[in-house]
Structure formats: structure tokens, C-alpha cells
């Protein structure tokens, strides 16, 4: 079954938009919010991309250790960029909607950048252990092809991880539930619009946070 067939099947049970409830029902923390969230956010972008311009423009830096920095920096450029100025908007505006691709796609951006960090993590952590435990090997240990390779791992890893869900997530009957308890589109709010059984995607759910989460923190 491909896509676009997984995409009309969803699209039988509700066509439409998704309401972001969030805290809608304080107008003032919503501002204190939009705020606070406008800061962090440009703050991330000029950040993150100040560390992959220098880490590509000064040739002391192109070692591997700056290299997985700069990858790690533009999963938190693609990550802030897929939740902020969608929750920005929602605090601004009176209608809190988003259409069902926009959350869909929220959803799967956000879950794949998200695998993918904690996956890169764990990259970074075997890169300090080769350099600080085995300095005489190192140079010839991460060598740059072995590093790309780690990347790429990494990457794959954490979007196949979120297609995966994304695809469990688009066969499930939503019967005109639209309204989703949260500032944005993420998998656990979007099971409990579900109006079928989730235990398969709660199986999937708890088999990822092991593999994404327990076994990355386990061996940093």
C-alpha cells in the first residue's frame, strides 16, 4: 500500500483542519509564550547557524568532532523550524488551525529530527570515548569516510524511525476528531483522536523510545 493510498484512506474518517487547543483558554500566557518561544527560537537559528559557518569556514575546526557538531546544529535548526513558527502563529491568531497535511507532516519532521538527535548523541559521545581513551588511534579511527558513514547512519536511522509511524499513523480512522490537546501535532496526541484500537502503535511507540532513547543514553 502506498502513500497516497494510506493518505485517502485517513482522509475517509475527517477531511479538514486540526484544531490546536494548547492554551487557548490564557490569552495572557499565550502572550508571555510567544514571547519567550519568538526569543528562544531566533536565538537557536542565529546559533546553530553561526556553528556550521564557522565550523566550515576555519580550517582548524574541520575535524570530526565539529563536524557532527555542525550536523547536530542543523537538527536543531530543522526541528525548531518545524514546531516554531506554527506554534507562533497559533499564539497570534484567534484560530488555532492547522490542515491535516501540515500536522502530518509536523509530525513526521519533528519525530525524524528528534530520532536522529539521539542517535547523533551517541555518535558523538564514541568520537570523545576514541579521543580521550585511544589518542594515538584517533586520527586513523574517525577517519573522514567513517564519520560520514556515523552521519548518514544517523540521518537514515531517524527518518525511517519516523516514516514508519507516520505510515502506522495514516491508517487509523480519526471519525471527525480534530481537535488535538496540545501546541502542536506530535504522536501521542495524535493517537488519542484515534477511534480504533493503538495498541500495535503503542508497541511500536515503547519499541522506539528503547531504541531511540534507553540504548543511546545507555552506552554515552
Given at each position: 500500500?502506498?502513500?497516497?493510498?494510506?493518505?485517502?484512506?485517513s482522509?475517509?474518517s475527517?477531511?479538514?483542519e486540526?484544531?490546536?487547543?494548547?492554551?487557548a483558554?490564557r490569552p495572557?500566557l499565550?502572550?508571555?509564550l510567544?514571547?519567550?518561544?519568538?526569543v528562544?527560537?531566533?536565538?537557536?537559528l542565529?546559533?546553530?547557524t553561526?556553528i556550521?559557518?564557522v565550523?566550515?569556514?576555519?580550517p582548524?575546526?574541520?575535524?570530526p568532532m565539529?563536524?557532527?557538531?555542525?550536523?547536530?546544529?542543523?537538527i536543531?535548526?530543522?526541528f525548531?523550524?518545524?514546531?516554531?513558527?506554527?506554534?507562533?502563529?497559533?499564539f497570534?491568531?484567534k484560530?488555532?488551525t492547522?490542515?491535516?497535511g501540515?500536522c502530518?507532516s509536523?509530525l513526521?519532521?519533528?519525530l525524524?529530527?528528534?530520532s536522529?538527535e539521539c542517535?547523533?548523541?551517541?555518535?558523538m559521545?564514541?568520537d570523545?570515548y576514541a579521543a580521550?581513551c585511544?589518542?594515538?588511534?584517533?586520527t586513523t579511527?574517525m577517519?573522514?569516510s567513517?564519520?560520514?558513514t556515523?552521519?548518514?547512519?544517523?540521518?537514515?536511522?531517524g527518518f525511517?524511525?519516523?516514516?514508519?509511524?507516520t505510515?502506522?499513523i495514516l491508517?487509523?480512522?480519526?471519525c471527525?476528531?480534530?481537535q488535538v490537546?496540545h501546541?502542536?501535532c506530535?504522536?501521542p496526541?495524535?493517537?488519542k483522536?484515534?477511534c480504533v484500537?493503538t495498541?500495535l502503535?503503542?508497541v511500536?511507540v515503547?519499541?522506539g523510545?528503547?531504541?531511540f532513547?534507553l540504548?543511546p543514553?545507555?552506552?554515552?
Open positions: 500500500m502506498n502513500m497516497e493510498t494510506l493518505w485517502e484512506n482522509n475517509q475527517y477531511q479538514g486540526f484544531i490546536l487547543l494548547g492554551v483558554d495572557r499565550e502572550m508571555l510567544f514571547a519567550l518561544v519568538l528562544c527560537y531566533l536565538m537557536a542565529l546559533g546553530n553561526t556550521i559557518i565550523s566550515r569556514l576555519d582548524g575546526l574541520r575535524t565539529y563536524f557532527f557538531l555542525s550536523n547536530l546544529s542543523l536543531d535548526i530543522c525548531t523550524t518545524s514546531l516554531g513558527p506554527q506554534i507562533l502563529m497559533n497570534w491568531r484560530s488555532k492547522i490542515s491535516y501540515a502530518v509536523e513526521y519532521i519533528s525524524a529530527v528528534g536522529t542517535i547523533l548523541l551517541m555518535v559521545a564514541y570523545r580521550i585511544h589518542p594515538l588511534h584517533y579511527t577517519s573522514h567513517l564519520c560520514i556515523m552521519a548518514s547512519v544517523s540521518w537514515i536511522s525511517s524511525h519516523s516514516l514508519i509511524h505510515v502506522m491508517r487509523l480512522p480519526l471527525g476528531r480534530n490537546d501546541l502542536f506530535e504522536l496526541a495524535f493517537l483522536l484515534a484500537d495498541s502503535n503503542e511500536l515503547l519499541a523510545s528503547i531504541v532513547l540504548v543514553v545507555s552506552l554515552i
